[in-house]
C-alpha cells in the first residue's frame, strides 16, 4: 500500500516549512499568492488527500462514478429528533449521499439526556468501527469532551459556547450567524426603527451567542444604545432541560414585565420567535402592527404562520457537503490545521416586519 502524502512531505519537496504548507492549504495566515500556488500545485501534483478528496467532489457533479474509498462507519450524535431540527434534515440527507459515495456507512445515536448527564455513550456504539464522528445540537459541554476524548476525527456541526476557556482542539461547522443580523438592524434603522431586542437564551450554543453579539455589535456600530430591558436573553432557572412549555412560561413573564415594548424583537431561531408570536397575541400585541419580528433558520413554519416570519436562510445542502470535506479530510489526514467554516446564509423579509 502507497504511503499516505503528509503536509511534511511537501513541504520537503518544496524546501518550505511545515507551518507554510498548513497555511497554504488550509487558506490561513499572510502568505504570497505565488508561494500558495506553488504549494497547492506541488500537493496536488503529490496526491495529498484533501485535495484527492475534492477531485472526487467535482467528478460527482460532472455526473462521474464517484469511487468508494472510505473505510469503516461515521458516527452521528446528535440530542434532538432529526425532523424537528429545522435545517437539519436536508442536511443530513446531503451529508449521508455524499458519506455513501465515499463507501463509509453513517449510523446516527440519539442521545439520551441520563446519558448525557452520565457521560455514557449509546450502548450500540462500537469504536473499533468508527471512522469519524460528526456531532449536531450537541452543546453539553462536558459530552463533548468527552466524545472529543474518544481520539477519533470528529466534526462539531455547532457547538457548546467554551466563553474565555480554549475550544476543544476539533474542526467546528456553523452558518453564519452575523452577516444576516447585522444588515436587518441596519434595514431597520434605516426604516426609522431605533429600539431593537433580541429573544433567545444566547448561551445555549454557539450559534445563538454569535446572534446575540451581532445585533449588538450592529447597534454599537450605528450607534445605538443596547437597552437590557428590551432583550429576554436567558431561561427559567438557567434553562438546563427546561421544555418548550416551560420557556413559553418564562417569555410571558419577562414580556408582561416590560414598562414599554421595542419597536423590534429578533430571536435567536423561528421556533423562539414562533413562540413570542403566541405570546404577544395573548397579550393582546399584534405582529406587525405593533411590533415587528425576525427569527433566523428559513423553517418550513416561518413561511405558513401568520404573518409570515423575516428570517435568515441556511443553505442546508451547502452545509452538509461542507461537513463531507471537513470530516474526510480529517480522516484522512488527522495532521491538518483545525479548521473553522461558516456557510453563507440568506436575509429574507416577509410579512412580520410589513414587507
Not at 121 to 142: H, Q, V, W
Not at 193 to 215: P, T, V
Not at 297 to 320: A, C, F, K, N, Y
Not at 325 to 338: E, G, M, P, V, Y
Request: hydrophobic share 35%.
Amino acid at each position: 500500500m502507497a504511503r499516505r502524502v503528509t503536509t511534511q512531505d511537501i513541504a520537503e519537496a518544496l524546501g518550505v516549512s511545515r507551518n507554510t504548507v498548513s497555511k497554504a492549504i488550509n487558506n490561513t495566515g499572510n502568505l504570497a499568492d505565488a508561494t500558495r500556488k506553488k504549494v497547492l500545485k506541488k500537493a496536488k501534483e503529490m496526491g495529498y488527500k484533501q485535495f484527492s478528496y475534492m477531485d472526487i467532489a467535482d467528478a460527482g457533479r460532472q455526473g462521474e462514478r464517484i469511487p468508494a474509498t472510505g473505510t469503516g462507519e461515521i458516527v452521528l450524535f446528535t440530542t434532538g429528533f432529526i425532523g424537528n431540527m429545522h435545517f437539519v434534515s436536508t442536511m443530513i440527507d446531503k451529508f449521508q449521499s455524499e458519506i455513501d459515495q465515499l463507501g463509509y456507512s453513517f449510523t446516527i445515536y440519539r442521545v439520551q439526556r441520563e446519558e448525557i448527564e452520565n457521560l455514557q455513550l449509546p450502548r450500540a456504539y462500537s469504536s473499533k468501527k468508527t471512522a469519524g464522528i460528526i456531532c449536531i445540537e450537541m452543546f453539553d459541554r462536558n459530552y463533548c469532551s468527552m466524545l472529543y476524548s474518544l481520539n477519533k476525527p470528529i466534526l462539531f456541526v455547532d457547538s457548546p459556547v467554551f466563553g474565555c476557556d480554549e475550544p476543544l482542539r476539533a474542526d467546528y461547522l456553523y452558518m453564519d450567524n452575523r452577516s444576516g443580523i447585522r444588515h436587518f438592524v441596519a434595514e431597520m434603522v434605516r426604516r426609522g426603527k431605533r429600539q431593537i431586542g433580541f429573544i433567545g437564551e444566547y448561551l445555549h450554543c454557539q450559534s445563538f451567542y454569535e446572534r446575540y453579539m451581532a445585533y449588538r455589535d450592529a447597534l454599537y456600530f450605528l450607534g445605538l444604545s443596547c437597552k437590557a430591558e428590551y432583550s429576554v436573553i436567558g431561561n427559567k432557572d438557567g434553562g438546563r432541560n427546561s421544555d418548550a412549555a416551560v420557556y413559553r412560561e418564562y417569555l410571558t413573564e419577562c414580556l408582561q414585565k416590560m414598562d414599554r415594548m421595542p419597536e423590534v424583537f429578533i430571536c435567536a431561531n423561528d421556533f423562539v420567535a414562533l413562540e413570542v408570536l403566541q405570546v404577544l397575541k395573548g397579550m393582546g400585541i399584534s405582529v406587525p402592527e405593533d411590533v415587528w419580528l425576525c427569527g433566523f433558520d428559513d423553517s418550513p413554519e416561518s413561511r405558513i404562520v401568520d404573518p409570515s416570519l423575516t428570517t435568515i436562510h441556511i443553505h442546508s445542502q451547502i452545509m452538509g457537503l461542507t461537513a463531507v470535506q471537513l470530516l474526510a479530510t480529517r480522516i484522512q489526514d488527522q495532521s491538518l490545521n483545525f479548521r473553522v467554516v461558516h456557510t453563507e446564509t440568506k436575509l429574507l423579509y416577509r410579512k412580520s416586519t410589513g414587507d
